[in-house]
């Protein structure tokens, strides 16, 4: 237990570090772009629109940075999951436009538990990252993804469901292993959903599991009814 929460907080701390200069150059870019947009006169709603998305994903990668070296993943506050999964929409919307990946989200605006937003959002965010990865992998026409949120009177599911088909037998036995990939080794290890796995169940207090639907797999994470939020 201790080895693995220090292997997770010096990948954080690695991450953070990696980060923080590469944010600095890009936000240095976005400004000096919308300079030249201002003194040449120039108004582009299309370009305004990517710069001020380019300023949420930074700002989120940026405050994600802050919660790591203040290890404030551990504070919880009550959530609103319909405002978790704007966020989301937003920090992710680029991408799945570009790759024609329709996002389907139902969730009850009143549904709410106690957590961390960061953490849940970049749990959450690295989930979806793997789905649009398989689908694009799988190249599956009129690709898309949803997430259902329910509730009942002792826990609170989010489902992510993708339909790229399923996965079999063999990699559902290893998804969440550490080093296990069904990527190509320059496409990166199988760091990002071991790590997802132990941070939702070792700092938001859920579990989460995977296995195949008709379409495709689904994701579910549960909040145990310690974390539930009576409003």
């Keep these: ?3 693995d929460n220090e292997y997770i907080q010096n990948i954080m701390n690695e991450v953070a570090h990696q980060w923080r200069q590469p944010l600095s150059h890009i936000n240095s870019i976005v400004f000096s772009i919308d300079s030249i947009l201002y003194e040449n006169g120039i108004k582009n709603k299309e370009i305004e629109k990517k710069l001020n998305e380019i300023e949420s994903i930074t700002k989120h990668m940026s405050k994600t940075i802050d919660d790591l070296n203040n290890k404030s993943m551990e504070n919880d506050d009550t959530i609103f999951l319909v405002n978790v999964f704007d966020e989301i929409t937003t920090l992710i919307s680029s991408r799945l436009e570009k790759e024609r990946i329709k996002l389907i ?6 549904i709410s538990i106690q957590s961390n937003t960061r953490t849940l959002l970049q749990a959450i965010i690295n989930i979806l990252h793997n789905s649009i990865d398989a689908l694009l992998e799988r190249n ?4 898309y993804i949803k997430i259902n949120v329910s509730k009942t009177e002792k826990d609170i599911s989010i489902k992510i469901i993708d339909n790229g088909g399923g996965i079999t037998e063999n990699t559902m036995r290893k998804i969440f292993d550490k080093d296990y990939t069904t990527k190509h080794s320059t496409e990166g290890s199988g760091v990002g959903l071991h790590m997802t796995k132990e941070i939702i169940e070792k700092h938001l ?3 989460l599991n995977v296995y195949n639907i008709d379409c495709g797999v689904c994701f579910e994470i549960n909040f145990k009814s310690s974390t ?4």
Aim: proline share 0%.
């Design 140 to 143: 599956i026409f009129n690709a």
């Design 228 to 231: 539930l939020d009576e409003i």
């Design 1 to 3: 237990m201790k080895e």
């Design 105 to 110: 989200i139902d969730v009850d605006k009143s």
């Design 205 to 207: 207090q859920a579990d």
